[in-house]
């Protein structure tokens, strides 16, 4: 149960970091184009 719960918030911690890392990606170029 311990570690089901522990993979659980890992996979969880992973898939954030991704989709903030998609986001910067895409708002990246939106930033240099409106500097």
Do not use: D, G, H, W
């Amino acid at each position: 149960m311990v570690t089901s719960r522990k993979e659980e918030y890992l996979t969880n911690k992973k898939r954030i970091s991704e989709s903030v890392r998609r986001s910067l990606v895409v708002n990246t170029p939106v930033c240099y184009v409106a500097v």
